[in-house]
T-cell receptor, first 114, second 112 residues
């Protein structure tokens, strides 16, 4: 079984719709991250959370929100999706006790906003 | 602020040929450096990492990378490329607050 899972894997939606992407992990890690990947731009950090009560904005948080429901679950929401949020979204985890900054990634969610 | 530059957007090599993917970083202190690979339709898999010590690090799948502080580089190498190595490769540097800053990626194509 995968250690970091993301649902859905693919989603097509329309402009203005609310969308939630979910991430679950069985690694027992405290820290979780959401990134988006765009061609030619690499991965950019949207939000990150170091524990259930700690949520931090990343590089490109506008238009997104997150919820850390439990240590193992971290959801990303698009309140009103727009076409330039079409991208590949990755969830990642890391262990605060592990080697510096090493992160483990889920398989990604491909989101298309029409 | 930390940054990573991967100068080559696309690279094409013949199967069996050697490979070098370039990565330059900007960071004030000793960096933590990573190479990840993303195969088509897959997530990111860690190839190798550098934290300290020996500047030549070995990774999975026959890859290695060399940290050169004087050149602010962490280039990825493989002596003989296989068709299954076709993927996108990302270099990343550890940033303050246990974050990673990624380069834009290099797409590797392998021709038979």
């Amino acid at each position: 079984d995968a250690d970091v899972t993301q649902t859905p894997r693919n989603r097509i939606t329309k402009t203005g719709k609310r969308i939630m992407l979910e991430c679950s992990q069985t690694k027992g890690h405290d820290r979780m991250y959401w990134y988006r990947q765009d061609p030619g731009l690499g991965l950019r950090l949207i939000y990150y959370s170091f524990d259930v009560k700690d949520i931090n904005k990343g590089e490109i948080s506008d238009g997104y929100s997150v919820s850390r429901q439990a240590q193992a679950k971290f959801s990303l929401s698009l309140e009103s999706a727009i076409p330039n949020q079409t991208a590949l979204y990755f969830c990642a985890t890391s262990d605060k006790g592990a080697l510096k900054n090493e992160q483990f990634f889920g398989p990604g969610t491909r989101l298309t906003v029409l | 602020a930390q940054s990573v530059t991967q100068p080559d957007i696309h690279i094409t090599v013949s199967e069996g040929a050697s490979l070098e993917l370039r990565c330059n970083y900007s960071y004030g202190a000793t960096p933590y450096l990573f190479w990840y690979v993303q195969s088509p339709g897959q997530g990111l898999q860690l190839l190798l990492k550098y934290f300290s010590g020996d500047t030549l690090v070995q990774g999975i799948k026959g890859f290695e990378a060399e940290f050169k502080r004087s050149q602010s580089s962490f280039n990825l190498r493989k002596p003989s490329v296989h068709w299954s190595d076709a993927a996108e490769y990302f270099c990343a540097v550890g940033a303050n607050g246990n974050k990673l800053v990624f380069g834009a990626g290099t797409i590797l194509r392998v021709k038979s």
